[in-house]
């Protein structure tokens, strides 16, 4: 990401996501927020069920919300927890959601807001299944 304050904008979005957050069995908040190509911000926070299973994530929040308000190709996600001593990073069911829709960048934030961890969707999950696979050349036999 090029844009500082695009990137102190998201951040603020997903520290704010993160104080939404439903997680009276973890007490672990997280907070997310997923820039689009078109140009919006869609935030997240994990909600937990009693049915533990059922619980989504914060990445998962925002994606599922900007696809729902058409939009399926990003730019940047921020990642924030309350966690101060590392970066908390997606977890496998959302890194494979996420290379889903592509490339993008992640930024993983501490609470500090300063300290920050970048990578990309595809470098978080190396050798990832992803729609192109769906098209490889298959056999019966
Ligand atoms: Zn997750």
């Known amino acids: 990401m090029e844009n500082n304050k695009e990137l102190e904008q ?3 979005a997903a520290c704010d996501a993160k104080t939404k957050a439903y997680c009276p069995y973890s007490n672990f908040r997280v907070g997310a927020a997923l820039l689009g ?3 919006k911000i869609y935030t997240g926070c994990n ?3 009693g049915s533990y299973g059922l619980t989504i994530c914060a990445e998962r929040t925002a994606y599922t ?3 729902s308000e058409g939009c399926k190709k990003f730019k940047t996600l921020v990642v924030t927890t309350d966690v101060t001593d590392r970066f908390i ?3 496998g069911a959302c ?3 996420g290379v889903e829709f592509g490339n993008f960048d992640v930024y993983c934030v501490k609470p500090n807001k300063t300290d920050k961890f970048q990578t990309t969707s595809l470098n978080l999950l190396p050798g990832s299944f ?3 696979d769906l098209e490889a050349p298959k056999t019966n036999q």
């Open 130 to 132: 992803t729609p192109n």
């Open 95 to 97: 890194r494979q959601f």
């Open 65 to 67: 919300k900007a696809v």
């Open 47 to 49: 909600v937990e069920n």
């Open 89 to 91: 990073t997606p977890c």
């Open 10 to 12: 998201l951040i603020d």
């Open 37 to 39: 190509e078109d140009g």
